[in-house]
């Protein structure tokens, strides 16, 4: 599995951004992808994700209501739009891949994430 991760860059807080993460290589019908992020001097943590078969998503509560995980399957691309960015959002941001549909409890667990792309960075600044 290969994963392109674009879209970061600088935002003032409460601005917005888009990443992309453009996937190949693998039956998109048997992949879980998903987005982490690591801040400096913190451990990685998962964002979200999304089951390619059915579009199930899940998401780390310091999101929810704010990013929103998609993904287009015509262009094999993985989206994670970010809004009311703030400081704290600030990291790089990596798309990882699981090749296999997680069940709903898996999806936010780290281990069974087998691929992961080089990362974008985010940087939320006034």
């Known amino acids: 599995v290969q994963l392109q991760a674009s879209g970061g860059g600088l935002v003032q807080p409460g601005g917005s951004l888009r990443l992309s993460c453009a996937v190949s290589?693998?039956?998109?019908?048997?992949?879980?992808n998903a987005w982490f992020r690591q801040a400096p001097g913190k451990e990685r943590e998962v964002v979200s994700s999304?089951?390619?078969?059915?579009?199930?998503?899940s998401y780390a509560d310091s999101v929810k209501g704010r990013f929103t995980i998609s993904r287009e399957r015509a262009k094999g691309t993985v989206y994670l739009q970010m809004n009311n960015l703030q400081p704290e959002d600030s990291a790089v941001y990596y798309c990882?891949?699981?090749?296999?549909?997680?069940?709903?409890?898996?999806?936010?667990?780290?281990?069974?994430?087998?691929?992961w792309g080089q990362g974008t960075l985010v940087t939320v600044s006034s």
């Open positions: 990882a891949a699981a090749t296999r549909n997680l069940i709903k409890s898996s999806m936010l667990a780290p281990r069974y994430y087998d691929f």
């Open positions: 999304i089951r390619q078969f059915d579009a199930s998503t």
């Open positions: 290589g693998f039956s998109l019908n048997g992949l879980t």
